[in-house]
């Protein structure tokens, strides 16, 4: 089977049960926060992988436990058993001691890899481990069942269009980014226009649920539409940086998890500042 055809069935199929995870509240949404926690250490692990091709010496397992430290957190918070001033003080306290623990080094040689060992290890905590937080904030507010599936449309939805202008339409359009030269500007238009539909589908599918402005609904479908295309170039930055194809191969057709998930970090975290702050 292509990688086109792999592609296209991972899709038909994994985003209608991506979607189903994120409408499953049971237990204050524990099923995704699970899948989150597991997604963030794995992504976490492939991070530390991209660094050690770039030379950086980094412990085998602590990026995967630092990964899943903020969906960890997250959830906690959102069942009640942490506010967010105790996380933020869990991890300035790992933060700290991550720090400290570089002043032991009792070699000169040891010394060398201090600067590479903390860049990463921080590298990990933050990414994607720290956006995911966000992502799984949403979780927090009313009709977050309904919230949850019109944020991944519009993310993934996004994905999938520009993946398709660029295959019908690309060849000859600009391709704009070095970072990841196959990309061409017509897909990115495409992208952009998928999560317009969505949003502002939703924005009269379901009356006041992301505010009574349609001006502040295009806004954000325009910030979505950006942010989820800097993310998807952001990572492709990295493995260019680390001179890799993909972040991993755990997923058939995608790559590894980062390649996965890349496209909705950064559009989480605009998507839950907008509910918290931009309804009126």
């Not at 680390?242 to 605009?270: C, E, M, N």
């Amino acid at each position: 089977m292509s990688k086109v055809a792999v592609r296209l069935v991972l899709f038909i199929v994994g985003l209608p049960l991506l979607v189903g995870l994120s409408m499953w509240s049971w237990a204050g949404f524990l099923p995704l926060a699970i899948v989150a926690v597991v997604v963030s250490a794995l992504g976490a692990g492939e991070m530390a992988s991209l660094l050690r091709a770039q030379g950086y010496e980094l412990n085998r397992l602590l990026p995967f436990a630092v990964g899943a430290l903020f969906p960890l957190l997250t959830a906690l918070e959102n069942w009640g058993y942490v506010r967010p001033e105790h996380s933020l003080a869990i991890v300035v306290l790992i933060i700290i001691a991550v720090f400290i623990r570089q002043i032991f080094a009792n070699t000169e040689e040891s010394l060398k890899p201090v600067l590479h060992k903390v860049t990463g290890i921080l590298f990990a905590l933050m990414y994607p481990g720290f956006f995911i937080y966000f992502i799984l904030k949403i979780t927090t507010f009313p009709n977050a069942w309904i919230l949850m599936p019109i944020f991944l449309l519009a993310t993934i939805g996004n994905d999938a269009l520009a993946w398709l202008f660029g295959s019908l339409w690309g060849k000859n359009s600009p391709k704009p980014f070095l970072v990841s030269p196959h990309k061409s500007a017509i897909g990115f238009v495409g992208g952009i226009l998928a999560t317009f539909i969505v949003l502002v589908t939703a924005f009269y599918w379901f009356p006041g649920l992301l505010g009574n402005s349609l001006w502040a609904v295009l806004g954000l479908s325009l910030v979505i539409g950006l942010t989820t295309i800097i993310g998807d170039l952001f990572e492709s930055s990295l493995k260019r940086s680390a001179r890799v194809k993909d972040s991993g191969a755990i997923i058939p057709g995608r790559g590894g998890i980062l390649d996965s998930i890349d496209s909705l970090l950064f559009s989480g975290t605009i998507f839950y500042l907008f509910l918290l702050y931009g309804r009126g």
